[in-house]
């Protein structure tokens, strides 16, 4: 645990990653359910549509910022553990 806290920001930018990433998640679902629920106007499904495109993007790019923070926390605390031997 002492090494996970040696270094809090990238912790901390990894947690509200995935918090983000994972309400994202449920904006899709958001959407869909919005899309099959109430179908009617074209033009306003074809707004949700897009809605739940974007927020598919913005959450895979940012699933991928989280893996990249988190293997680069992973490595930092290897090498910490490799110093401290």
């Known amino acids: 645990m002492k090494l996970v806290r040696a270094h809090p920001g990238m912790v901390a930018w990894a947690a509200s990653l995935g918090l983000v990433v994972g309400l994202l998640g449920w904006a899709i679902a958001f959407f869909l359910k919005y899309a099959v629920d109430r179908p009617g106007d074209p033009k306003f499904l074809a707004w949700i549509a897009l809605g739940a495109a974007v927020a598919a993007i913005l959450r895979a790019g940012l699933a991928v910022i989280r893996r990249w923070i988190q293997?680069?926390?992973?490595?930092?605390?290897?090498?910490?553990?490799r110093a401290d031997s």
């Open 71 to 81: 293997v680069g926390l992973g490595r930092k605390i290897e090498s910490d553990l």
